[in-house]
Nanobody, 126 residues
Framework: QVQLVESGGGLVQTGDSLRLSCVASGRSIGGYAMGWFRQAPGLEREFIATINWNGGTTYYADSVKGRFTTSRDNTKNTVFLQMNGLKPDDTAVYYC???????????????????WGQGTQVTVSS
């Protein structure tokens, strides 16, 4: 069993940057694909970014491409989401997730992820 804890959220203004961290405990996440998702009030949880086991492959939602970057440090059991050029539409609770099978690669689908963090709130004011 793995536990994920996100941090780094907060209240910022349009155009600001934030860096989210997702720290895993219970087992190593090295070798497993990770994902970032977000959920705004009244909306479905949506895909933001995914990263493969060693950070060599990443994919992003069109809405954040060019502004957000995900990376990982397997030695620290941590995945990051650097968010630049934040907009009010980015306001949401942000979640990280990990796949349970290390043979599986990146995915945009929340149903492909087995373990989730509790989320961290990001609020962008205009």
């Amino acid at each position: 069993q793995v536990q994920l804890v996100e941090s780094g959220g907060g209240l910022v203004q349009t155009g600001d940057s934030l860096r989210l961290s997702c720290v895993a405990s219970g087992r190593s996440i090295g070798g497993y694909a990770m994902g970032w998702f977000r959920q705004a009030p009244g909306l479905e949880r949506e895909f933001i970014a995914t990263i493969n086991w060693n950070g060599g492959t990443t994919y992003y939602a069109d809405s954040v491409k060019g502004r957000f970057t995900t990376s990982r440090d397997n030695t620290k059991n941590t995945v990051f989401l650097q968010m630049n050029g934040l907009k009010p539409d980015d306001t949401a609770v942000y979640y990280c997730a990990v796949r349970a099978d290390r043979t599986l690669g990146t995915s945009r689908y929340k149903t492909d992820y087995n373990y989730w963090g509790q989320g961290t709130q990001v609020t962008v004011s205009s």
